[in-house]
């Protein structure tokens, strides 16, 4: 169905300089309609513009398909040629043909960067191709995002006057403060932001009560809970802590902070990487399971004491046949010593966590049998959603109000993810009224088309302004509720006032970076350009010094977890860009097999296959690649690796921080190489 596009008055406003044909960054609160208005400005511009090409990028999968389907086919779709790609979709193998016939592409930033820099006819893509490049959610063009890499490549090209280049339309409901403080700070941010995306910012100015009107704020409230009077399971935690330290002996160099919190997370992090390359596997082991009795009390602290309990009993289920040494025997011993106690305790109703009983009567005020309400909880991680979920389908009152819950989590690998198709059907039933409370990560905070809800709440969640900002404009029905429930004194509420601080500190910037005057703005850009050319140039040659200082065949790498050494570097290549492979065979005596791998989706050239594990100690390592459907090469993944280098042994959290030189996989390579084998 082709409908009539027509923009409100304050969405007028924000498109009239785009349609002059400048650079611009829209900015408009979540709900106020910025992707209508780039669909406006796109009609426009495919109207008035010789062999106009628009590319429309974003930064999740699913959000190819709903704008594709909901906003620009609508609009666009009987009188232009559009195609939505995604790494999802077949079109992305002959990206460079699909482009050129087409008239207006919808596609993950990804996808087209890996368009311009790859040198292969059928991907290929210049930047010259394009004549208008629309970025949605375009906060995001910092630091290492793609979205920076694609506009790096134009920027580039910009300085070397290599033209022509595309027309940029950024959209975003907040930019964000940067981490900044101060207003300088914040201005200092929002120019950044504008340079990386060679644009100026608008807003509305003129027609403010429209866009209130439309966009109404929801009604704050902060539904606190006095803290835990007594905590026996989470003290009996902290005990078994302390024996750890002691077993260890902590460096006296390190001051550990308190047991519960991020900080101490962090500190043990530090300890476990200070283990491993000290060749200290007691350091080491000890630090990793204090991170997941840490992980517990911080469980504790948001949802019931059981889900605590089941996450540290997951964690040791198996570690008790895959001892290497004394230290596994002793923190094994100790779990298996105190597991009748800490379950008895984390049944004790007595001292459950009182945050559930609040989220409880939070829920319990908007919905009931008799009222149509809508609403979105909030929390951290894909193992508290989970838990929630649990939680509201054995809570009888939350039952009886008719909750209908299911999760939305993000889009990847692993039982705790999501496919497209089904986070699609997931806001499908919650549109339908099939479903009326989504229990989601920060998935549903951006981009996604998900109706109006009377209920938002943000439960165990410390985020930036951005994070917030976008979650309560998911709360747009008429007198709507935004909750925070958190516990009295608590970080929660101090980060959600913080929040609103810098919320109203981005909106002074951006209002001062609007009243500088053209020439001043422009020079401030094109410094902030040309800086960040020659940081890129200037990290790109120290890549190159750090891979050139060690050659492959120098590195070893060791299991994490038990320190055997597995392979030399020179074992490893990178296939497809983005799969790094062990391709020595005799590495097969190092690893065992575990379950087959579902990743939901499928590939071009490969399947994945089982997982590898440690034959010595049992950890994950990756998973079989089945390569053309005759090669099985294991993919590592290099965060559960350690290297010993010729200058001291690290370790790297992703393989492009290896200190070597990955070379190329070659089929033709490895094949020939494998035939003589055979025949020798």
Known sequence: ????????????????????????IIWLPTGGGKTRAAVYVAKRHLETTPQAKVVVLVNKVHLVDQHHTKEFHPHLGRDYTLVAVSGESKEKDFFGPVVKKSQVVICTAQILYNALTTTEETKHVELSDITLLIIDECHGTNKDSVYNKVMACYMEKKLKKDLPLPQILGLTASPGSGGAKNLQKAVNHVLEICANLDSAIVSTKTHVSELKQMVPRPIKTFDIVEKRLKDPFGGHLKSMMQMIHEYMTVP???RLRQFGTQEYEADVVIIERQGVSQDNRLLAQCALHLRQYNNALLINSTLRMMDAYRSLEEFYINRSNTAVDGTDIFL???FQ???????KLAKDSLYENPKMGKLESTLLNQFGPSRASKGILFSKTRKSIHCLYDWILTNEALQEAGIKAA???GAGNGITYMTQNEQADTIRKFRQGTINLLISTSVAEEGLDIPECNLVVRYGLLTNEIAQQQASGRARATDSQYSVVAEEGGQEVKRELTNEYLEDLTGKAIAQVQD???REFRTKITELQTEALICRKRAETCKIQKRSCNTAASIQLLCRTCFTPVASGSDIKLLAKGHYVNVNPDFEKHYTTG?????????EDWEPGRTVNCSKCKQKWGYEMKYKKCVVLPNLAIKELALNTPHGRITVKKWKDVPFTV????FEEYQKDNFDDFLD
């Open 1 to 24: 169905m082709i409908l009539y596009l027509q923009l409100r008055a304050y969405q007028e406003e924000v498109v009239e300089r785009a349609l002059l044909g400048e650079n611009i």
């Open 252 to 254: 006296p160099d390190f």
């Open 332 to 334: 094994v011993g100790l």
């Open 337 to 343: 010593e105190n597991q009748v106690e800490l379950q």
């Open 407 to 409: 999760i939305l989590t």
């Open 516 to 518: 500088m005057s053209p």
């Open 595 to 603: 379950g087959e791998v579902n990743l939901g989706k499928s590939f």
């Open 663 to 666: 070379e190329d996989f070659s």
